[in-house]
């Protein structure tokens, strides 16, 4: 019995493990100026279904685009993607999200993320810092409809908003707690 058992954890830890190395390897190969145009047209997405974004977009010090996070797991799991900071309509730098994951798991899906950095010390805080781990550093808050339909400029008091849109595949839930943020070369 316990052969069995250690053959099904092996196995479980052999497709998580190639479906991590599928997810990094298919979003990591973008390049900056796909990186740049995927990111535009996410916000444009964004504004199209949220107009509370873009009204957040006009106060905003910054914006992190991530256009395009793949997430999969079996028990197992991980998601990785790359995106933008930008400062107003220019892109200032390179970014990538990852994160990892296990539990009751079992699926694959895309879906982008944006975070409104309202606060200079907000964008400080992800320029000076090697990795930024969501939930730790700046608060952030992540906007559903429920929180949309009661936020407006004058009711700002948190350093960062995320928005979670274009979500397509079969996995249940999407959560940005525990993503870490860091600095890549473009």
Avoid: C
């Avoid at 973008?30 to 990186?35: I, M, S, V």
């Avoid at 390179?94 to 899906?109: D, E, K, M, P, R």
């Avoid at 400080?124 to 929180?147: F, L, Q």
């Avoid at 936020?151 to 908003?161: F, G, P």
């Amino acid at each position: 019995m316990v052969t069995v058992q250690n053959n099904f954890r092996a196995m479980l830890f052999a497709i998580a493990s190639i479906l991590s190395f599928s997810v990094m390897s298919q979003a990591g190969a973008a390049t900056a100026e796909d990186l740049n145009k995927d990111s535009m047209q996410a916000l444009k997405t964004l504004y199209q279904t949220s107009p509370v974004a873009e009204t957040l977009s006009q106060s905003a010090k910054a914006v992190l685009v991530f256009p395009n996070i793949v997430k999969a797991g079996l028990v197992f799991g991980g998601s990785y993607g790359e995106g933008v900071l930008m400062k107003g309509s220019k892109v200032v730098d390179y970014y990538n999200s990852v994160t990892g994951s296990w539990g009751l798991q079992i699926g694959a899906q895309t879906y982008g993320y944006a975070v409104f950095l309202m606060t200079d010390e907000a964008v400080r805080y992800i320029e000076e810092t090697k990795g930024w781990e969501i939930g730790v550093g700046p608060t952030i808050v992540v906007v559903d409809e429920g929180v949309a339909k009661n936020l407006s400029t004058s009711s700002l008091k948190d350093d960062a908003y995320a928005f979670i849109f274009s979500q397509q595949g079969l996995m249940a839930g999407v959560s940005i707690e525990g993503t870490k943020i860091s600095h890549i070369q473009r």
